[in-house]
């Protein structure tokens, strides 16, 4: 089971944020209500509505199942201060994607690392 989102940075708030307002106008383009697509997912409305505001509570798999079941794709950069070594001044950035080709849960990590910061 995969885990659930915690908001604890504001990046991840306005990831959530974005997947949410994406998901909401895939919906709407398709002409359906959040009922339309809950039942379609086998989710609650309620869960719908949740992922649409970018609700931190509810968990990565819905938000990359309903990303895979509207075909949207979503890629976006993660660089935390851990990431960066203080003694070398090397450090990373992940860049994180879904793909709708591939099955509803899987993501796709990519690390790049730099040794002078510039990406």
């Known amino acids: 089971m995969l885990p659930k989102v915690q908001k604890t940075e504001p990046h991840i708030e306005a990831i959530l944020n974005l997947i949410g ?3 909401s106008r895939a919906r709407e383009a398709r002409g359906w209500t959040q009922k339309d697509l809950a039942l379609k997912m086998g989710i609650s409305r309620q869960t719908l509505s949740k992922v649409e505001r970018g609700n931190p509570g509810t968990s990565v798999g819905t938000y990359l199942a ?3 079941f509207l075909g949207i794709k ?3 950069a ?3 201060p851990e990431s960066v070594n203080s003694d070398t001044g ?3 950035v992940d860049i994180i994607s879904t793909d709708p080709k591939t099955t509803p ?15």
Request: hydrophobic share 40%.
């Open 74 to 76: 979503m890629e976006f």
């Open 90 to 92: 090397a450090s990373y």
């Open 78 to 80: 993660h660089h935390s």
């Open 21 to 23: 307002a994406t998901v």
């Open 66 to 68: 309903l990303c895979w």
């Open 105 to 119: 849960t899987s993501v796709h990590v990519q690390r790049k690392i730099t040794l002078d910061g510039n990406f």
